[in-house]
């Protein structure tokens, strides 16, 4: 039907030039990025304020320009470089795969989760970060709560992100392996080694402006894949009958009843007609996709610094809030392009009545979607899917070492050993980058280790929730109350590691396949991965708020700028958005200009 089973001289050529594309614009922001260090120094620097502080304004112009972009982005141009910032290979491959296997209804669980958390991000989260001109998401641990708290989070925030980004590698590769001869190690290495490359060479300005032409090449990829797919099938009409016959359109007594346990679903399932198939065994019901993607992509969005750190490098506040929008429709649009082009594949082939998921790929849904390019369309295209996932991929892991070097540079080595007190301004640029490599060697090693791991999205939505979960937690305790302190924050965060082994126990110990565990407290593992961040957020808020009562009430004053309700949204004195602590070397007086009256 296709153009065969291996790729020609075109898709090779489609591949070699967005590559190419790729990493030229990479070093040519890069280059700008180095001449921008070297001449200038961001708008509202020390510099402005203390004349005589040169060393120590070289340093923040350092700073701001490598890790962030020198604080000077559009909004519209960091919404569109998240797109595909947070949607990597996983989701581009896995997205298809997961609408294959569980029909329409996980469509409208995404959308209610996109319309629930962008606006609770675009005017309280972000905005009381972008105020207090702070370089990472966790220095706002610190200042709401203490050093430790914001330690502790950064910790969290780069263990997750080395293993995330090892599983982030292994997508690319099970595409080339699964379309090509290229071996799969060998694609790991190479997709990280050239993301490495650029992200060291030019920080956060490369990242961002490389994963702006990474996100257009998706939405064409996936635009292009659905039509070619709607035309194969004979159009829309022919798809709908199709779907609707195979039981794959929404049904209110499928997706509407609550249904958290996987076990629970099965028989749901069973009990509304369904045959209790593999197809439908683990099936999200609605509020499991609502209400756990929206505390998931809240998580993932708002308190992690992969997408904080790009958010804090938009110029103004404003743009802020409209890019967080932007950015919120685009997320939602390539959502339903990717679950549109999962139920396509699913219509093609149940016309043709064939399934290749257990004929051919041996129960493995991720790999559904390049199957079908390679197998049913013609050669172009195979080439255009994968230059989409490598690029993807390349921006998530790119973004990742960014903001995981960021992470230790700032708030570990700099904030919690003080490390860089009187360290040259030129250490920023090259700590960071031999940060980079060694978090990147970390990533490619553990990628190997994903190879044997299969549903990708699972383990990936797993992974976010479980260490996001808690991060978000602890941020909406500070956002949100006043009576929140840090001996609370802390009892919340030793709590949620408890709730953390508990699930990661049960999920190993008695799987969902499982129907018979050892003992009833391991039945965890029955959970839909989807709750994870939900359950650990709010269980990590409700114990660090009811304990925080055993403990002295916080001075108002202290949280000034810190929370929603807090006298800052109202003084007349001072604006918010330009009070700091004192930096390492500097006495609480130097900052006394800073307060603008």
């Not at 060291?200 to 635009?223: E, N, R, Y």
């Not at 039981?247 to 399932?269: C, E, K, Q, W």
């Not at 007609?273 to 993607?293: C, M, N, Q, R």
């Not at 809030?321 to 339903?336: K, R, S």
Request: hydrophobic share 45%; glycine share 10%; charged share 10%.
């Amino acid at each position: 039907m296709g153009g065969g089973t291996t790729l020609n001289a075109t898709d090779w050529v489609v591949i070699a030039t967005h590559l190419t594309v790729s990493v030229l614009v990479g070093f040519l922001v890069s280059s700008r990025n180095h001449r921008n260090t070297k001449t200038s120094a961001p708008s509202g620097s020390l510099s402005e304020v203390h004349p005589h502080r040169t060393e120590q304004s070289e340093f923040q112009s350092t700073q701001d320009d490598y890790l962030l972009a020198g604080r000077q982005q559009g909004g519209c141009a960091v919404a569109v470089s998240l797109l595909s910032g947070l949607m990597s290979g996983i989701s581009f491959l896995g997205g298809p795969g997961i609408s294959y296997d569980n029909g329409a209804g996980i469509l409208i669980g995404y959308v209610v989760a996109g319309i629930l958390s962008v606006p609770i991000a675009a005017h309280i989260i972000i905005p009381i970060y972008h105020r207090l001109n702070i370089t990472t998401a966790y220095e706002y641990f610190e200042r709401r709560f203490c050093r430790g708290i914001r330690t502790a989070a950064s910790c969290i925030f780069v263990v997750k992100t080395v293993v995330y980004l090892g599983i982030v590698l292994y997508a690319p590769a099970l595409s080339l392996s699964t379309l090509t001869q290229i071996p799969m190690y060998a694609s790991i290495v190479t997709t990280g080694v050239i993301a490495t490359m650029y992200t060291i060479k030019g920080g956060m300005l490369a990242v961002i402006w490389t994963d702006f032409i990474q996100s257009i090449a998706m939405l064409v990829v996936a635009f292009v894949t659905l039509a070619a797919g709607i035309h194969l099938c004979g159009g829309f009409a022919v798809i709908y009958t199709t779907l609707r016959g195979e039981d794959m359109l929404i049904s209110p007594s499928y997706y509407f009843g609550f249904h958290p346990l996987v076990s629970a679903a099965t028989a749901r399932n069973t009990s509304a007609g369904h045959v209790p198939t593999e197809h439908y065994k683990a099936s999200p019901d609605f509020w499991s996709l609502a209400i756990g993607v929206t505390f998931s992509g809240t998580a993932q969005c708002f308190t992690d610094q992969l997408a904080v750190q790009r958010w804090l490098s938009v110029k103004d506040l404003h743009q802020v809030t409209v890019g967080v929008y932007q950015n919120g429709a685009l997320q939602l649009f390539m959502n339903i392009l990717i679950m549109s082009i999962g139920l396509t594949i699913f219509a093609f082939y149940a016309i043709h009545g064939e399934n290749p998921v257990e004929s051919t790929l041996g129960g493995k849904a991720d790999k559904v979607f390049p199957y079908f390019v390679l197998h049913e369309l013609p050669h172009g295209l195979p080439g255009l899917l994968i230059a989409g996932v490598l690029g993807s991929t390349m921006s998530v892991f790119s973004g990742g070492l960014n903001a995981a070097a960021t992470a230790i540079y700032v708030d570990i080595l700099g904030n919690a050993l003080g490390w860089y007190n009187d360290s040259p301004p030129r250490n920023v640029v090259f700590v960071t980058r031999v940060l980079t490599l060694v978090l990147s060697c970390c990533a490619i090693g553990l990628a190997f280790a994903s190879a044997s791991i299969s549903g990708l999205v699972r383990q990936s939505v797993s992974l976010l929730g479980l260490t996001l979960g808690p991060l978000l937690g602890i941020v909406l305790l500070g956002m949100f109350t006043q009576r929140g302190v840090w001996q609370g924050a802390a009892i919340g965060l030793g709590v949620a590691v408890l709730l953390t082994v508990w699930l990661v126990s049960g999920s190993i110990l008695c799987p969902p396949a499982t129907t018979d565990c050892s003992s009833a407290w391991l039945r965890t593992g029955h959970i839909t991965f989807f709750w994870y961040a939900g359950v650990l957020t709010i269980a990590t808020f409700s114990v660090a708020y009811v304990t925080s009562f055993l403990f002295p009430k916080p001075d108002t004053l202290q949280l000034e700028g810190l929370c929603v309700w807090c006298p800052s949204q109202t003084s007349p004195t001072k604006k918010p958005g330009l009070v700091r602590t004192a930096r390492n070397g500097e006495s609480d007086d130097t900052l006394e200009p800073l307060l603008v009256n």
